[in-house]
T-cell receptor, first 110, second 110 residues
Framework: GIQVEQSPPDLILQEGANSTLRCNFSDSVNNLQWFHQNPWGQLINLFYIPSGTKQNGRLSATTVATERYSLLYISSSQTTDSGVYFCAATFQTGANNLFFGTGTRLTVIP | DGGITQSPKYLFRKEGQNVTLSCEQNLNHDAMYWYRQDPGQGLRLIYYSQIVNDFQKGDIAEGYSVSREKKESFPLTVTSAQKNPTAFYLC?????????FGPGTRLLVL
């Protein structure tokens, strides 16, 4: 069946450190998004990235669709980066139902 | 102020009671979605609607019902048939591929 797997499940960083979060998916994706969920539950869209590389400030993401994975890079981490990072994908052209991974919980300590 | 609003923030349900969660958006988005999130888990799709007066079941639609009478509104009813309704419920809307989320409603069973 369709699977979206994220690693690591938990990550603790010292403020200022860099990190890489990984998302593997089981089939060809039509849509791949990265989200950040803050401690109050709000989900913020970080990237729409079905292929290629994008950067937004200290965050960047790369999706290699042919190898079925995506990476989210966080550089110079800050305490406000703490929360849960989800990747989500749609697997059928024209379908809008996102399948979510179980997330990576990031804790940045000062 | 543009965005997606959900109400109430917290909702308590008694045994055998139906409750309705509100989701409103003023982004002029055609598509709207309801997701359920259990502790430590990713989001799972309950229902989605791509256009007014039309909606489709997601992966976990049993025990839930929706309506889409207006473009701006997509209320979710949690019926008494849903035996384990305690969860965090998130509404989203999209124009194109990117989904944007509301702040969520936490439903608890008394």
């Amino acid at each position: 069946g369709i699977q979206v797997e994220q690693s690591p499940p938990d990550l603790i960083l010292q403020e200022g450190a860099n990190s890489t979060l990984r998302c593997n998916f089981s089939d060809s994706v039509n849509n791949l998004q990265w989200f950040h969920q803050n401690p109050w539950g709000q989900l913020i869209n970080l990237f729409y990235i079905p292929s290629g590389t994008k950067q937004n400030g200290r965050l960047s993401a790369t999706t290699v669709a042919t190898e079925r994975y995506s990476l989210l890079y966080i550089s110079s981490s800050q305490t406000t980066d703490s929360g849960v990072y989800f990747c989500a994908a749609t697997f059928q052209t024209g379908a809008n139902n996102l399948f979510f991974g179980t997330g990576t919980r990031l804790t940045v300590i000062p | 102020d543009g965005g997606i609003t959900q109400s109430p923030k917290y909702l308590f349900r008694k045994e055998g009671q139906n409750v309705t969660l509100s989701c409103e958006q003023n982004l002029n988005h055609d598509a709207m979605y309801w997701y359920r999130q259990d502790p430590g888990q990713g989001l799972r799709l309950i229902y989605y609607s791509q256009i007014v007066n039309d909606f489709q079941k997601g992966d976990i639609a049993e025990g839930y019902s929706v309506s889409r009478e207006k473009k701006e509104s997509f209320p979710l009813t949690v019926t008494s048939a849903q035996k384990n309704p305690t969860a965090f419920y998130l509404c989203a809307s999209s124009f194109g591929e990117t989904q944007y989320f509301g702040p969520g409603t936490r439903l608890l069973v008394l």
